[in-house]
Nanobody, 126 residues
Framework: QVQPVESGGGSVQTGGSLRLSCAAS????????MAWFRQGSGKEREFVAA????????VYADSVQGRFTITRDNAKKMVWLQMNSLEPEDTAVYYC???????????????????WGQGTQVTVSS
């Protein structure tokens, strides 16, 4: 029962890169799946990327496919989101999510995750 903590947000120009980090420690076992969601100003929260417990399977939103990469380290209970070729449309608050229940395989669904970070701002200007 520990809130994930994100870091690495900031401001970049179009085409730039950022790497977000998230720590989800505090439990003896897990997490299972981990994911990143984002929410732009005045918009609903949307799925960005998720990775399975083993790290062997990952899924991405169509809007970031080929530009973003999600990775994890189970020993550190951390997950990263490498963001390349950033666009103004990527501007949003990015949230790290962790599943410590292991009850769902729906990695794209927010309901799968029971622990959420407070978010980190990413701003991309043209």
């Amino acid at each position: 029962q520990v809130q994930p903590v994100e870091s690495g947000g900031g401001s970049v120009q179009t085409g730039g890169s950022l790497r977000l980090s998230c720590a989800a420690s505090g439990h003896s076992f897990g997490p299972y799946s981990m994911a990143w969601f984002r929410q732009g100003s005045g918009k609903e929260r949307e799925f960005v990327a998720a990775v399975s417990m083993s790290g062997g399977y990952s899924v991405y939103a169509d809007s970031v496919q080929g530009r973003f990469t999600i990775t994890r380290d189970n020993a550190k209970k951390m997950v990263w989101l490498q963001m390349n070729s950033l666009e103004p449309e990527d501007t949003a608050v990015y949230y790290c999510a962790a599943d410590f229940r292991g009850l769902s395989v729906k990695l794209r669904m927010s309901e799968t995750y029971d622990y959420w970070g407070q978010g980190t701002q990413v701003t991309v200007s043209s």
